[in-house]
């Protein structure tokens, strides 16, 4: 999964509960994204970082939102989760814009 | 809608039988295409890219042509083994852009 990890792998959560998921690289690559993977939608882009600070919205961003104090890490949450949040959720990393996306290992996440 | 790829298909060939996965796009600004691998429970995993420039591009067991006059792109899988069992799908990036765009994806079943 080139050098990407991310926490938690499954969760659990009640609707109306804050919730943050952690992306983690080791390549010291400058572009992150987080997408959510749906049946019938395939991967829809949340949000992505072009560095550190420096975010930009994606097609289905409207409920969640994003830090990234470091190069290595890339922190999605969820203000107040909702029950159609509930999605496996993918982080990706690019050296630049030009080149390929690598993805991580995902994580699933259930809101009741 | 989505611009690249298919309603999920599925394709099912014999073992050693060689496999080709299509793909169709709509965006005649797109200039980068990639294909992932993705199996069940797993992050989605690059197996090629190729860039407008370009026609035709050949990796270990595996081809990828694109026909840009029809918008058209495929993944010839050569060989085609149990392991390679999965969901494929296509990506674009239209020039200039730091996002790409997914298709829907393809189900790959090998039987042995």
């Known amino acids: 999964d080139a050098g990407i990890t991310q926490s938690p792998r499954h969760k659990v959560t009640e609707t109306g509960t804050p919730v943050t998921l952690r992306c983690h690289q080791t390549?010291?690559?400058?572009?992150m994204y987080w997408y959510r993977q749906d049946p019938g939608h395939g991967l829809r882009l949340i949000h992505y970082s072009y560095g550190v600070k420096d975010t930009d919205k994606g097609e289905v961003s409207d409920g969640y939102s994003v830090s990234r104090s470091k190069t290595e890490d890339f922190l999605l949450t969820l203000e107040s989760a909702t029950s159609s949040q509930t999605s496996v959720y993918f982080c990706?990393?690019?050296?630049?814009?030009?080149?390929?996306?690598?993805f991580g290992p995902g994580t699933r996440l259930l809101v009741l | 809608g989505e611009s690249v790829g298919l309603h999920l298909p599925t394709l099912s060939v014999q073992e050693g039988d060689n496999s080709i996965i299509n793909c169709a796009y709509s965006n005649s600004a797109s200039d980068y295409f990639i294909w992932y691998k993705q199996e069940s429970g797993k992050g989605p995993q690059f197996i090629i890219d190729i860039r407008s420039n370009m026609d035709k591009r050949q990796g270990q067991r595996v081809t990828v042509l694109l026909n840009k006059t029809v918008k058209h792109l495929s993944l010839q899988i050569a060989a085609t083994q149990p392991g390679d069992s999965a969901v494929y799908f296509c990506?674009?990036?239209?020039?200039?852009?730091?996002?790409?765009?997914f298709g829907k994806g393809t189900k790959l079943t090998v039987n042995p």
């Open positions: 990506a674009e990036k239209e020039g200039g852009s730091e996002k790409l765009v």
């Open positions: 390549e010291n690559h400058r572009y």
């Open positions: 990706a990393i690019s050296e630049s814009y030009l080149g390929a996306q690598y």
